[in-house]
């Protein structure tokens, strides 16, 4: 079927339509005519006021909990969330059930994604269980189509078995992802260690936790040579290191979390288990300084951590909940809510997740194949938890008005449009 996008704004800086807007004709998803006007007879035809278009998204961190918990979400109601949230691509992190460690558990992934309007990646895991304690078989992994290897939300805590995985990837050209966390600093902490926590009477977690991690693998990193990317980063100080490392040559890149740079440890006195986080959220001077570090473009991506919970999780004591948000149809609209330039986010979503994981960038171009997200930067809207695609509803955004409303995507054929 053709589609026809009308008068949209190309966003994307390697176009060279870039600025420019444009009349955009698909047929069996393919780009056949990009033009000022086409007047060619459609299927389907997508105009809206204030239309804009861009490489599609690509997400880093996200857990579809498939296979397993599927009572909280699954890969299609995942991909569902994704499309929904404007990404054509999505990393699906290894903390299954069975987890992702070996070639069969991949495969899975893959073969229940190949028919979804998005492109599904795994990460597989670094050690076999994520328990940290043997290095699983990533070669396997990596040729049956892991993107990545990290143990998710269970940081390698072991140097010599981290520093083994970096040496590893080099041999299959892979990148390690690290949330960093020492967990044996507040390991009891349930939210950021401040003012807030003493206040509402919780134990903390220090952002030395995350500081820790993050200087002792920047030094593994460099001592192996080889490619690490930090997801979730929290602290200014972490940035700092993050920074310094990149101007030594060290091949390190960072993300953080729309929540992050959104609220900050005194939004937690109501007692929201929706905001019970890890990372926990920081105080407010840390929060101001990562909004400002992420406008300033000086995050390399964001991640959606994207982490759905079943309705018990959350609606108990703030001790018993778990952690974790839904957060993929969210991420454009967080952060164009806070002044984030549409031009940077694509910049960051489409082209930079690409090029720090080895993928090649689509292109807006006749006789390319259609890798496309349609959105509307200075729309706003209601997050209406009756119009929530992912299974799971453990969204704090979810009543509030958001500026940046997603259209929906072109990809692998398909179109998928809110």
Known sequence: MKV?????????????????????????????????????????????????????????FA?????????????????????????????LIPNTQPVTDSKPQVDYIVHKAKDTAVSIHPIAA???????????????MQ??????????????????????ALQYVKTVGGTVIQLPDDTSIGANGLMNEGLISTQMGLPGKPAMAEELMVARDIKLTRYAASKLHFTGVSSPKSMEYIRRAKEGGINVSCSITP?????????????????????????????????????????????????PQHWDAKTCEFEYA?????????????VTSLGLPAGLFVEMQAVNTRKIFG??????????????????????????????KSKSKNSPFTGKELKGKVTGIIHKGQTALN
């Open 126 to 140: 670094i050690t076999k269980q994520t328990e940290g304690k043997e290095l699983a078989e990533m070669y396997d």
């Open 63 to 91: 857990d579809f909990a498939d296979p397993g918990s599927e009572y909280k979400e699954t890969i299609a109601s995942g991909a569902k969330a994704a499309a929904a949230g404007g990404f054509t691509d999505v990393m």
């Open 322 to 334: 778990k952690p974790g948000m839904i957060s993929l149809e969210t991420v454009f609209a967080v």
């Open 4 to 60: 026809l996008i009308k008068q949209a704004q190309v966003i994307s800086s390697s176009s060279p339509f870039n600025g420019q807007t444009k009349d955009i004709l698909i047929d069996d998803g393919r780009i056949v005519k990009i033009a000022d006007a086409i007047t060619e007879k459609a299927g389907q035809v997508i105009e809206e006021k204030g239309l804009c278009v861009s490489v599609g998204w690509m997400d880093v």
């Open 259 to 307: 929540y992050q740079v959104f609220f900050c440890d005194e939004d937690l006195q109501e007692y929201d288990t929706n905001l019970k986080l890890n990372p926990p959220l920081r105080n407010k001077t840390d929060m101001l300084a990562m909004r400002k570090a992420l406008l300033d473009g000086n995050i390399d991506c964001i991640a959606s951590h994207h982490l």
């Open 143 to 164: 040729q049956t189509g892991a993107i990545a290897f990290s143990d998710g939300i269970h940081p390698v805590q072991n140097s010599g078995l981290l520093l083994k």
């Open 359 to 388: 993928l090649p960038i689509p292109e807006i171009k006749e006789g390319e194949n259609a890798c496309l997200t349609l959105f509307n930067p200075t729309a706003s809207f209601t997050y209406d938890p009756a119009g929530i």
